[in-house]
């Protein structure tokens, strides 16, 4: 071998190991750094309006049948949600437990800040029931009844589990390069026999948990869900259009045929009204009465839910009794809700943000909770990894700050920074972190 072919060899070589080594850049992330990618993609999710169908199958040996549909219209925000279920169950056909009975009834979910509530209907001839409670996520909200996960919540709940008790300390992260996917283990809590979740993040659909597992710390798993056939929206944002939940006993399986994410939504479509005749109770006045009948109210009430009798015992009331009553029990709840209020802060969103290679700008919101202009007096950026370019202050006209925000060419790998907001009367600066993905799995 000639010396000129040597060389050509050797730069070919060279040059192999070199291209090699730039597009697999260890693809390796600490926890921490994937919980906050998962974060900071989950922050840009902000509305969500979609009608989609669940149906539940049963296992049985080698086969499974239907015992259940959901038709759902489902509207979420990050303080309203709004869902219509109609629901038609397939077990006990042959048992009829009243005259005219259906196996479908209609449940109306409104969850609000302010209040929630939810109305009951069938199509045969029983009752409407409503329930009215206190706002979203109070102790008694009916968020949580609902039976179904939003759009938002099959890419990113935790099974009710509050992100903030994922025990990061004793988590693990690999790389699986069968699914191109980052392999989270984290316990759900810093006890001995706290849940396992197994996170399985995609980071070609922006670090979504494609798949989640709910494993026991006995190692055996429990359930485990999937969303799949992700597609892209109008502004790049990655959603998934079928989600599977699968344990023991039951799979479950919903599919998308309506979405739109991150426009706007009116509030008319966040409420309904009681028709005439719907028994409603009240749970912040703990009373009781009749939609359409005046001079009716019941305390203390009866089950409100219950569909088995259209019977309803009521004790007369002159209407301006219940009127003084309702004013009392409401004035006594804000003073509780004036004593528990936090002291005002101002509130800069999102808190997290998701810098990608194609984007320099990001916006950023600032309110305070009594309504004034919030006013920026110094900002301070912190990073080794991400390049703070210019701010433009908005907050006057538009509540808004606009950050210009660049990686530095010499970082492949994971990248982060920490803007410092200094705010007029605030004794402490409002932190805004900025994360970014290792380049080589930016899509």
Request: proline content about 7%; glycine content about 4%.
């Amino acid at each position: 071998m000639n010396r000129s072919v040597s060389l050509r060899l050797l730069v070919v070589i060279l040059t192999g190991c070199f291209i090699s080594t730039v597009a697999i850049a260890d693809p390796n992330l600490a926890p921490e750094q994937l919980v906050l990618l998962m974060k900071a993609s989950r922050e840009r999710y902000s509305t969500f309006d979609v009608k989609k169908t669940v149906t539940n199958y049963q296992k049985a040996d080698n086969d499974s049948k239907i015992t259940l549909t959901l038709d759902i219209t489902a509207r979420w925000t990050r303080n309203k949600r709004y869902s219509r279920i109609i629901r038609t169950s397939y077990e006990h056909l042959d048992e009829i437990p009243h005259e005219g009975y259906t196996p479908t009834t209609i449940n109306t979910y409104l969850i609000a800040p302010e209040s929630s509530k939810r109305l009951e209907e069938a199509p045969d001839n029983r009752r409407p029931h409503g329930v009215i409670a206190p706002g979203i996520f109070s102790e008694s909200s009916l968020e949580l009844d609902q039976g179904f996960e939003s759009a938002y919540g099959t890419m990113w709940s935790l099974f009710g589990f509050p992100w903030e008790k994922m025990n990061i300390k004793e988590a693990t992260c690999s790389f699986d390069n069968d699914s191109n996917c980052y392999i989270l283990k984290v316990p759900m809590g810093d006890y001995e026999k706290a849940p396992i979740f197994i996170l399985h993040v995609d980071p070609s659909k922006d670090y979504i948990p494609a798949k989640k597992e709910y494993v026991k710390y006995t190692g055996t798993t429990i359930f485990t869900t999937q969303c799949s056939d992700f597609r892209r929206t109008a502004e790049g944002l990655w959603v998934p259009y079928v989600y599977t939940y699968s344990d023991r006993d039951f799979t479950v399986v919903s599919v998308v045929e309506q979405m739109k994410a991150n426009e706007p939504i009116s509030d008319n479509l966040f409420d309904f009204a009681f028709p005439d005749g719907t028994v409603v109770y009240d749970e912040r006045y703990n009373i009781k009465y009749v939609v359409g009948e005046s001079r009716q109210v019941q305390q203390p009430p009866v089950d409100p839910c219950s569909l088995a009798s259209n019977s309803l015992a009521v004790s007369p009331v002159k209407d301006e009794e219940l009127l003084t009553a309702a004013s009392k029990a409401k004035k006594l709840l804000q003073a509780q809700a004036d004593v528990a209020a936090a002291p005002p802060t101002i509130e800069v969103s999102p808190p997290i943000v998701f810098v990608t290679a194609d984007k320099d700008e990001y916006t950023l919101s600032a309110a305070r909770p009594d309504g004034k202009k919030p006013r920026l007096l110094a900002q301070t950026f912190e990073s080794d990894t991400l390049e703070f370019i210019s701010l433009k202050d908005l907050l006057q006209d538009k509540s808004q700050l606009i950050v210009t925000i660049k990686r530095l060419q010499s970082c492949a790998t994971f990248a982060s920074g920490t803007l410092l907001l200094e705010f007029e009367g605030e004794n402490a600066p409002v932190t805004v972190t900025f994360v970014s993905p290792p380049l080589s799995n930016t899509p």
